[in-house]
């Protein structure tokens, strides 16, 4: 690994890392603020939404510009988005955001994960960057270093989120975000990231050219597949990525769901290390299944019992396989991808990849909130399963994880089988 490669990796860390932040102290804000577990549900949607559309997009600049560009982009939007959301917080009365209905608070979480979301652009720019200065046989374990740095920014993000939301509150929150952008900023100004050129594929590339990307990715037999199986796991995901915090709240106070997300984020950089030190394997594809089957089962099990213990082995086994997904389908587009389409096809898989979830986000508040909660609390399930189970709230929640981890056990099952599988296995073994 190079120098470049290291000092990009340290302020990807610092922006992951302010990016983090403010998506979890945000959402830890709305639910105490609210006691709405719709407007969690939402707040995903939204975030979930906007990531899908703007991946496209975003792949685009990446291919478009230089990847130093890009990513200064990305802070730069971060930084203004911000600003203008601790201009609405310092001036707007506190009672306004503890109403649901409250325009100035949407407003307030919009702005607040745009911000967040414009470091989805040094996302894909970084993945491209892999392809330029790691030599083939390394970026497996260079993507297992990116799986590490978003892991140590994910567990210094998790474990500050809940202790300043609980000890200081938003204010500070936004003071330390807009610190730590303008520190990412000034730091990659100082980074020499040398690009001889920018490589297009054809004569004007200033559009975001969809059918071209699916053209590349035509070419590969099986890749579609591998797309939209990711794409079905984040259906799936949004669930978790929805109800996670209600169900932990429930069980611990805030500042202690922070410190235990602190201590749960060392998973991704476990993960991301062993990634980094071993490789994928001969093949990422099969390494990439594998982990899936085992990230289902623990879903159906994690929240068997209302144990924050049991819920923290089994987070902590689950993100630790995270890494390994993301190592394993980074690795396959780097190989199987022309470097002058990787930043579209990478936005592409991003956009087509996160499109389920915001429905999942939208609809899954209401499904928990009239279905499995109700179901687990004055329901049938009280005398079904309620004794050796539980009753309430959170155990609504829980069997509603069970039910997903089930749904996605079997779909990984299914897909291991399939004819897709097998061709995209043999293609990328001709690399």
Sequence with gaps: MTKLFYAVLANSLVASLTNTFVWFAVTFWVYLQTKSVLATSIMAGVYLVTVAISGFFLGSVVDRYKKKTAMMLSSICSLVLYLLAYI???????????????????????????????????????????????????????????????????????????????????????????????????????????????????????????????????????????????????????????????????????????????????????????????????????????????????????????????????????????????????????????????GRVFGFAQSIEQAASPLTAFTIGPIAQFIFIPFMTTGAGVDLIGTWFGTGTDRGIALLFIVTGLIGLIVTLMAMRSRAYRKLLANYQKY
């Design 88 to 342: 609405i917080f310092v001036s707007t009365p506190p009672s306004v955001f503890t109403d649901t209905s409250s325009i100035i608070l949407w407003v307030f979480i919009i702005l607040a994960l745009l911000g967040a979301i414009a470091g989805n652009l040094r996302t894909i720019a970084l993945s491209t960057l892999v392809t330029i200065v790691i030599p083939e046989p390394k970026r497996d374990k260079a993507n297992g270093l990116v799986g590490t740095i978003n892991g140590v920014g994910f567990l210094v993000a998790s474990t500050f989120s809940g202790l300043v939301i609980g000890f200081l509150g938003v204010f500070w929150m936004l003071v330390f975000s807009i610190g730590l952008t303008i520190l990412a900023i000034v730091h990659l100004w100082t980074v020499p990231i040398s690009e001889q050129k920018i490589i297009h594929t054809e004569a004007h590339t200033n559009h975001i050219d969809i059918r071209g990307t699916i053209r590349v990715i035509h070419l590969v037999p099986g890749l579609f597949a591998l797309i939209f199986f990711n794409t079905f796991n984040n259906f799936l995901g949004g669930v978790f990525m929805s109800l996670m915090d209600a169900y932990g709240l429930s069980l611990v106070s805030v500042q202690v769901w922070g410190i235990l997300w602190g201590f749960l984020s060392l998973g991704f950089i476990v993960g991301g290390l062993v990634v980094a030190k071993k490789g994928l394997g001969k093949s990422p594809l099969r390494t990439l299944f594998l982990a899936n089957i085992v990230m289902w089962i623990i879903a159906i099990f994690f929240t068997i019992q209302a144990s924050i213990v049991l819920l923290t082995i089994g987070l902590f086994i689950y993100l630790c396989l995270i890494p390994v997904v993301e190592a394993s389908e980074q690795t396959i587009l780097q190989t199987v991808i022309p470097p002058e389409r990787q």
